[in-house]
């Protein structure tokens, strides 16, 4: 697990300014990557490093002086229009990258060094954004016991998980080709749907189009097949997280998924936000994982006294709904739910390990769904379909409309961040996609 070093330091400020604001997303303590270019141009996709209301051009820097030593060679590897090479290189890479830039952008830095990282900097309003790496597989898990118990209750009142549930990190595999970054459109998907009390399915748009409250969890080095990754190890195959919203089309999954598991209802879209934090930024923010002692312990090769002590993350996350109707009258967007990260029944290191236990390979670049985060009180559910009860209690959305599912033009937006006295706020950014009308009726 990543330990807390100089660049934890929240008393650390950068010479620049947006970067020391309060309340600011992406502080010198952060340093989160993505991959942008800017907007309306067709300049070469590349690395680049959030700080304050700026992005760090890795192409531009690895072009100059300011970097040496691994620090360079990283910043010229993660300089590529996809991160996945600079994923390989792993934790000793990134860790030099991360202090070569601190030392750069902190109060103190030389009059050299600034003057060159200014050349560098791009507003972060003039940039656009792509998914920052060839994702190779998509795995989402289903790992919230309160999500999966809210669910469970829309259909039996008394109901409850099913039993792998408390034992193993539930998954499907997913689809890549619709994974987009912010600011995605996609059009109500079409598909059959089982009408309450009808002997034959119907072709048409979803009618019960939902969101998911997700994190995206990016592998790094990856793992040959047959060699699984040890709880001990899994954390340093994790190179950060972001933002991740799986979209699902609820008629169309509750008719299709037995026995294979969710297809159409959730390969239409997903988004995620642009900017990726990295593990050793969330390191302030790590804190025990709790399994209650009457529930099944974890077997073995799911266990480990670090993920015991440490294995859960405390990232708070928000859910934003923006109606055409809000958008037209200048109005902002509704808050749906808030929560946190550190619910989770299994934490990341336990899905890694999970993942290849029984030989399947991971690669650099390769994303894992943490499934959808909803946390214990009311308020908390990361999906509408537990906020309003299966579409029968709609969600008040403050002027005057209300949802059970989404309408056409909603646009949701996932915001996270961690916060706590004695660290620095280490922010997420936004995952922001809209539902378009369907292509036809
Ligand atoms: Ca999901």
Known sequence: MSALDHTHDVNACSWLDSANAAGADFPIQNLPFSVFRRGGTQETFRGGVAIGDQVLDLAALAGTTALQGTALQAARTAAQPALND????????????????????????????????????????????????????????????????????????????????????????????????????????????????????????????????????????????????????????????????????????????????????????????PWIVTMDALAPYRTAWPRPAMDPQPLDYLDAPANREAGAIDIRLEVWLESERARKEGRGPARLSSTSFRHQYWSVAQMVTHHTVGGCALNPGDLLGSGTISGPGPGEAGAMIELAYGGTRPVPLGDGGERGFLQDGDAVMLRGWCEKPGSARIGFGESRGQLLPARRE
């Open 86 to 273: 600079f994923f390989a290189l792993g934790p000793t890479a990134w860790r030099a990258l991360r202090h070569g830039l601190f030392a750069l952008l902190k109060d103190g830095a030389t009059a050299a060094q600034m003057a060159l990282v200014r050349d560098c900097l791009v507003p972060q309003r003039e940039v656009e954004h792509t998914v920052p790496a060839r994702i190779g597989d998509y795995t989402d898990f289903y790992t919230s016991l309160d999500h999966a118990v809210n669910c469970t209750r829309l259909m039996l009142a008394d109901g409850d998980v099913t039993p792998n549930f408390r034992w193993l990190p539930i998954a499907y595999h997913g689809r890549v080709s619709t994974i987009g970054v912010s600011g995605q459109q996609f059009r109500r998907p079409m598909g059959q749907v089982m009408p309450p009390g009808a002997k034959s399915p119907v072709y048409q748009a979803c009618a019960r189009m939902d969101y998911e409250l997700e994190l995206g969890i990016w592998i790094g080095q990856g793992n040959a097949a047959g060699e699984p990754i040890e709880m001990a190890q899994a954390e340093q195959h994790i190179f950060g997280i972001c933002l991740l919203n799986d979209w699902s089309a609820r008629d169309i999954q509750v008719w299709e998924m037995a026995p294979l598991g969710p297809f159409l209802a959730k390969n239409f879209a997903t988004t995620i936000s």
